[in-house]
């Protein structure tokens, strides 16, 4: 089955850092994105990414940047991070952008910033 | 764009018993599809059941079935002689392009045993 890795499980940083949240899937998808889960409001997607080197942004792309350099690899950047993006961050990939595409999750890094 | 509502933050239901998590959610499309989600505590999120809006039956996945009402806009999720192993958070979902997949607030469901 397909794995999708989030390179950290628990991440706590000082306001004002630059983060980096990597993710990487195995199985040559064509689809990556991520999302931010807070308690109450589900998953808002950030931004996705249907190519290399090609992306968009979703619902709450403010204060956040993505790169994808390598079709595997989807990073998530806090440029400079803030309390008000301490949160639980889910990347996934799907095969296709069809609607009908089952998204694979990762399983999450939860970045508290002080 | 979508949106869903899942109105039952919490539910609970005894180990071996029936238990319905509901979901509500509008679109303007006429093609879309829709999706229940499980995330257990290990946080990864797998798919539990997924339903194609042109269907008229419901979808069913072993114990996990829906009932899919189109003009209502009402998508639940029955799960029947529930297990220990289906203690979660659930997330009842909507897409009509991949990247336009909106998600619910979820229901976190606990399993009595």
């Known amino acids: 089955d397909v794995k999708v890795t989030q390179s950290s499980r628990y991440l706590v940083k000082r306001t004002g850092e630059k983060v980096f949240l990597e993710c990487v899937q195995d199985?040559?998808?064509?689809?990556m994105f991520w999302y931010r889960q807070d308690p109450g409001l589900g998953l808002r997607l950030i931004y996705f990414s249907y190519d290399v080197k090609m992306k968009e942004k979703g619902d709450i792309p403010e204060g956040y940047s993505v790169s994808r350099e390598k079709k595997e690899r989807f990073s998530l950047i806090l440029e400079s991070a803030s309390t008000n993006q301490t949160s639980m961050y889910l990347c996934?990939?799907?095969?296709?952008?069809?609607?009908?595409?089952?998204?694979?999750f990762g399983s999450g890094t939860q970045l508290s910033v002080l | 764009a979508q949106t869903v509502t899942q109105s039952q933050p919490e539910m609970s239901v005894q180990e071996a018993e029936t238990v319905t998590l509901s979901c509500t959610y509008d679109?303007?499309?006429?093609?879309?599809?829709l999706f229940w989600y499980k995330q257990p505590p290990s946080r990864q999120m797998i798919l539990v059941i997924r339903?194609?809006?042109?269907?008229?039956q419901n979808a069913t996945e072993n114990r996990f079935s829906v009932n899919f009402q189109k003009a209502a806009k009402s998508f639940s999720l029955k799960i029947s002689d529930s297990q220990l192993g289906d203690a979660a958070m659930y997330f009842c979902?909507?897409?009509?392009?991949?990247?336009?997949?909106?998600f619910g607030a979820g229901t976190r469901l606990t399993v009595k045993p």
């Open positions: 199985m040559d998808h064509e689809n």
């Open positions: 339903q194609e809006a042109y269907k008229q």
């Open positions: 996934a990939s799907s095969l296709y952008a069809t609607g009908r595409e089952k998204l694979f």
């Open positions: 679109t303007s499309e006429s093609d879309y599809y």
């Open positions: 979902a909507c897409s009509y392009n991949n990247n336009d997949m909106r």
